[in-house]
């Protein structure tokens, strides 16, 4: 399965902290994408980070890739309780034409 | 803008019984279009996706069809529904030339069978 991972599955912290989340993922890829679910809605798209990038930024959202390490974080600073979701990493697949999904990070903060 | 719409936010269903769920996607043409599931607390798994009218790629064999009837729409049956078959579905778009770069999703259905 070309299925990416994330890392931890869950995560609390207080607000005001930095939340950092893992991926790994198992093929090559042209670019790597960050998506947040807020809970019983769908996923909205965060961020890009194109496989020649090494780190992105946007607003308090920081993500870095290693191509070598197949893996990538999202670290979101000075979190909010709005930042409660759950968040994803998402890979294209070979034909480019979908994407995969991993298994997602559950974020909780906490006022 | 471009919009996608979803229904029904939620639906119980009897074992057995079909199912018919619908996307629609306005402002775009020519999109690719997605099927997801998503059982509780867990990730996303890509049952079928389509990149033009009538043309179908099934991910996961299984109880479910899809169909493209309409550029911009994507409808996901079911003749006889199973218990495992619960969970909570999601459609979505991307633009349909150069890679995959962004998937934009609807609320979702959330679908309990009894």
């Known amino acids: 399965s070309q299925q990416g991972e994330e890392d931890p599955q869950a995560l609390s912290i207080q607000e005001g902290e930095n939340a950092t989340m893992n991926c790994s993922y198992k093929?090559?890829?042209?670019?790597l994408q960050w998506y947040r679910q807020n809970s019983g809605r769908g996923l909205v798209h965060l961020i890009l980070?194109?496989?020649?990038?090494r780190e992105k930024h946007s607003g308090r959202l920081r993500v870095t890739l290693d191509t070598s390490k197949k893996s990538s974080s999202l670290l979101i600073t000075a979190s909010r309780a709005a930042d409660t979701a759950s968040y994803f990493c998402?890979?294209?697949?070979?034909?480019?034409?979908?994407?995969?999904f991993g298994t997602g990070t559950r974020l909780l903060v906490s006022p | 803008s471009q919009t996608i719409h979803q229904w029904p936010a939620t639906l119980v269903q009897p074992v057995g019984s079909p199912l018919s769920l619908e996307c629609t996607v306005e402002?775009?043409?020519?999109?690719?279009l997605y099927w997801y599931r998503q059982a509780a607390g867990r990730g996303l798994q890509l049952l079928f996706y389509s990149v033009g009218i009538g043309q179908i790629s099934s991910e996961v064999p299984q109880n479910l069809s899809a169909s493209r009837p309409q550029d911009r729409q994507f409808i996901l049956s079911s003749k006889k529904l199973l218990l495992s078959d619960s969970g909570f579905y999601l459609c979505?778009?991307?633009?349909?030339?150069?890679?995959?770069?962004?998937?934009?999703f609807g609320q979702g259905t959330r679908l309990t069978v009894v």
């Open positions: 998402a890979t294209p697949a070979r034909d480019f034409q979908k994407l995969v």
């Open positions: 979505a778009w991307s633009v349909g030339m150069g890679g995959i770069t962004e998937a934009f």
């Open positions: 980070i194109r496989s020649n990038e």
């Open positions: 402002g775009t043409s020519n999109p690719n």
């Open positions: 093929t090559s890829i042209n670019n």
